[in-house]
Each structure stands twice: as C-alpha cells, then as structure tokens.
C-alpha cells in the first residue's frame, strides 16, 4: 500500500506554545488529506479535510483558528496547534487520499501531543 | 461525518478461534474499508470493498460489502495473538467523500 509519513510521532509542548505537525504522502500524490483526533479507547473524530491548494474545510465545533491546516503541495500537509493547552493533548492523525486511487485512504503512524 | 454502528465493542478470545465483527449504517455506502489499529499506530488498510455483494479475502481475513449497502462484516479465521488490536470500519456514503468511522471493535487473543 500507499506509504503515508507524519512528523513527529511524539512531542511533548509547554502550555501557549504552537506545534507544528507534517503529514507526508511519500510515494503518491495527495490531491486531499484529512486531519484526524483520536482519544483514548475512542474512533477517529474527523477535524478537518485539506485539499491542496485552497482553504480546508473544518468541521463543526472545530476551532480553525487554533488548528491552522496548510496543503501547500500535491504530498504535504500540516496541522499546526496554536497556543496549545493541555486539553489539546491527544493523539493526531492524518490520511491521505490517491490523486489515483482515491477511494482508500491512506494514515500516517499518528502523532501523540502531550501538552503541560 | 456520520458514525457507522460497529459491533461488537470488544472481543476476548482464544488463539485458533474465528472472529467475525459488523458495522451498520443508516444510509447507503458505495465503499466499506477495513482498518487495523495497534497502539499508538495509525490504522492501517486491510481490505478494501466497492461493490455490493463483493466478498475479498486477506489471508485469514475475509471481509463483505452487504447487498443492501448498508453493512459489512469481516471475519478473521483461526486468529492469533498478533491479531489483537482495534478494527474500524469504514465508508464512504453518496453524500459525502470523507470517510466515516465505526467506533471499533477492541479484539484481544489469548494464546
């Protein structure tokens, strides 16, 4: 399958500070990549869909000027928790979908953000 | 996005025995995806599924896209302890092009 790259698979931020998080697509063109959270024994809660080029779409109750998502090019894009507070500690997911083959979806290993 | 309703929530069960799990959905899906979740991984592809009726085999995996479009199952035979983990289901609906998640069904093998 499809190789998917997320960067850094754990940080460890002080409260008021912004962390940056990659998604990757190493070996495909990502036309669209969606921005994952996940909390413990829970499913993926969707955040927010980017599609490269133009502004992502967040979903309801998602705060888009806290989690700043940028899809610059065709294989990457970021999540960037602003001002960070320890309730954003959780584990983040990306996924990517196939310019192709785009009805499978593709995640990175996740990123674990423990904000104190 | 829309949940799917997976069941069961958890499973325990011994090494060698066959393991099957379902998901439901209110509204019509044109694709059921299968994905694996060990701890502190991302979820990983198992079988993907695009039409109904269609039935795809992974090695001891098997998965099925129901013939109303509505459901899927995947069924995992003579199971190992490698195959604890957390299963989602997954699938795209006629409305929308973001996938949406069953909450996973937690599956843990004694040997």
């Given at each position: 399958g499809a190789v998917v790259s997320q960067h850094p698979s754990r940080v460890i931020c002080k409260s008021g500070t912004s962390v940056k998080i990659e998604c990757r697509s190493?070996?495909?063109?990502?036309?669209?990549?969606?921005?994952?959270?996940?909390?413990?024994?829970?499913?993926?809660?969707?955040?927010?869909?980017?599609?490269?080029?133009?502004?992502?779409?967040?979903?309801?109750?998602?705060?888009?000027?806290?989690?700043?998502?940028?899809?610059?090019?065709?294989?990457?894009?970021?999540?960037?928790?602003?001002?960070?507070?320890?309730?954003?500690?959780?584990?983040?997911?990306?996924?990517?979908?196939s310019a192709v083959m785009n009805t499978e979806a593709f995640f990175g290993q996740g990123t674990r953000l423990t904000v104190v | 996005g829309?949940?799917?309703?997976?069941?069961?929530?958890?499973?325990f069960i011994q090494e060698g025995e066959d393991v099957s799990m379902n998901c439901t959905s209110s509204s019509i899906f044109n694709t059921w995806l299968w994905y694996k979740q060990d701890p502190g991984e991302g979820p990983v592809l198992l079988i993907a599924l695009y039409k109904a009726g269609e039935l795809t085999s992974?090695?001891?995996?098997?998965?099925?896209?129901?013939?109303?479009?509505k459901d899927s199952f995947l069924n995992i035979s003579a199971s190992i302890p490698s195959d604890v983990g957390i299963y989602f289901c997954a699938g795209y609906s006629n409305s929308g092009y973001a996938l949406n998640f069953g909450k996973g069904t937690s599956l843990l093998v004694t040997p």
């Open positions: 190493l070996d495909f063109q990502a036309t669209t990549m969606f921005w994952y959270r996940q909390f413990p024994k829970k499913s993926l809660m969707l955040m927010a869909t980017s599609n490269e080029g133009s502004k992502a779409t967040y979903e309801q109750g998602v705060e888009k000027d806290k989690f700043l998502i940028n899809h610059a090019s065709l294989t990457l894009s970021t999540l960037t928790v602003t001002s960070a507070h320890p309730e954003d500690s959780s584990f983040y997911i990306c996924s990517a979908l | 829309q949940q799917l309703n997976q069941s069961p929530q958890s499973m992974n090695g001891r995996l098997t998965a099925q896209f129901g013939i109303t479009r």
